[in-house]
């Protein structure tokens, strides 16, 4: 199907030469436990449709270092503190995961199954008739539904 993979083909001499991507969608009930913070990939895998999961671990990074910034410095970091993190960014976890168990069920499984995958026409409707809502997907995808900044302490001065 792709000519220009064409010389690898020969070294693939059985399955044992592939490795086959177990994708997981799932998330820790709880993240944090005294001294330990689990973020990304550890506290909740993602699939890679939409290629969100990176965004988002990467805003829980930067939701990390700014509430913890300040109990770091004072040497007192509480089971409290790590709870904040997982409070903030629980919602737009789950928001992802949800788009992203929607895209599994209307575009990955019909595409596997040989039958053409469509957007759900729901979405092709609001894409159609509002113009607002066109730049919605590639934004939910590029921001997350709660985008992080780094913190002014964290900022480079001109």
Known sequence: ML???ADRVDHIAGMDDLHLLDVKLNRL????????L???DAAHAMSPAGGMGINLAIQDAVAA?????????????TTADLAKIQKRRWR??????????????TMFVPAFAGKGARPPRPLVFLAR???????????LIAYGPRPEHAPDFARRTA
């Open 3 to 5: 000519p220009q993979y």
């Open 29 to 36: 009930k709880r993240w944090y436990a005294d001294g330990v």
């Open 38 to 40: 689990l973020i990304g």
């Open 65 to 77: 270092a700014t509430i913890l910034a300040e109990p770091l410095r004072r040497h007192h970091v």
């Open 92 to 105: 737009p976890t789950v928001i992802v995961q949800t788009v992203q168990r929607m895209l599994h069920r």
């Open 129 to 139: 008739h509002l113009p607002a809502f066109k730049k919605f997907p590639s934004k």
